[in-house]
């Protein structure tokens, strides 16, 4: 099937890009639990060479891919039915079939965002390679998102492949100009770079991550330096207001960490969609 076929009948089109992003939606709460595992297994063992220290305790295989999807508790195989995307999860009601222990929510909550997130890039990019590259940065922004929320860590293998995608992909103009996505990578990471040296020097502590320079970067690579200001703006209101949530909630110490990359991912997200139109609504509002 072809965007032809999906422009003259788009019912059928955007069924099928659901069908899609429930599938990757999938993929991605796998992904979400596994790839930390295996990045701190590499990470482990890095360290062991490093250090000339004996090889610890050999583990089982664990990859992306093995060992199949199975209840973490009583590691009872998932079969076909139970394995399918956003229904699976309701067909079991958030339990395994087998010993009954819970199934996170995020696996749901991942799928369904993975879906919508496939079902509004169509619709506001069109069945191009905008919309199709979109729905991509889509579904890295959500796994980056709920990995730094358990994990308090943004992988390299996930933000740099795609920080250097967005380049590629503004190389042709889809997004921003190419001088532009190429300033806004080095500015963006250079900017949090200097903020994390000025904090630390100023309190001796680290205020956040590499990664968030990193993910920072991948903003500027696919929206421009233009884009930037909005990003850096809206990421950080809506960290401070929840952070302030959940210390007035008494559900957060002031000294714990927050992560910082879902809600830049999220700010990234917005601003690639509708980072233009609050552009010029505020320029306009600035004005008068």
């Given at each position: ?13 955007y069924?099928?890009v ?39 305790q ?9 060992p ?40 749901f909550l ?15 990019f ?60 080095a ?12 904090f ?44 302030g ?44």
């Amino acid at each position: 099937m072809n965007p032809n076929s999906f422009a003259s009948d788009p019912i059928v089109g955007y069924v099928v890009v659901a069908l899609v992003g429930a599938a990757i939606g999938s993929f991605l709460g796998m992904l979400v639990y596994r790839l930390p595992i295996i990045l701190k297994r590499q990470w482990e063992r890095d360290c062991r060479e490093a250090l000339s220290l004996p090889e610890g305790q050999k583990a089982e295989t664990f990859t992306i891919a093995w060992p199949a999807s199975h209840c973490p508790q009583c590691h009872t195989p998932l079969t076909i039915r139970d394995n399918i995307p956003l229904v699976g999860y309701w067909l079991l009601r958030g339990r395994c079939r087998h010993c009954a222990a819970s199934i996170p929510r995020r696996y749901f909550l991942i799928e369904a965002l993975t879906t919508a997130g496939a079902i509004v890039s169509m619709a506001h990019f069109g069945f191009t390679p905008r919309g199709g590259l979109a729905f991509l940065l889509t579904a890295a922004l959500i796994a980056l998102s709920f990995i730094d929320i358990r994990e308090q860590i943004l992988p390299d293998v996930i933000t740099l492949p795609f920080l250097w995608l967005g380049l590629l992909a503004n190389r042709a103009g889809l997004y921003a100009s190419l001088d532009s996505a190429v300033l806004g990578a080095a500015a963006a990471y250079l900017f949090l770079w200097v903020v994390f040296q000025v904090f630390r020097l100023a309190t001796g502590k680290e205020g956040m991550g590499h990664g968030d320079f990193k993910l920072f970067a991948l903003a500027g690579a696919w929206l421009g330096w233009q884009l930037l200001p909005l990003v850096l703006l809206f990421a950080s209101l809506t960290g401070a207001l929840y952070g302030g949530a959940l210390i007035l909630a008494k559900r957060q110490a002031r000294t714990a960490p927050i992560p910082f990359g879902p809600f830049l991912c999220a700010a990234t997200w917005c601003a690639l969609f509708y980072g233009w139109p609050l552009m010029t609504f505020y320029l306009r509002a600035g004005h008068g």
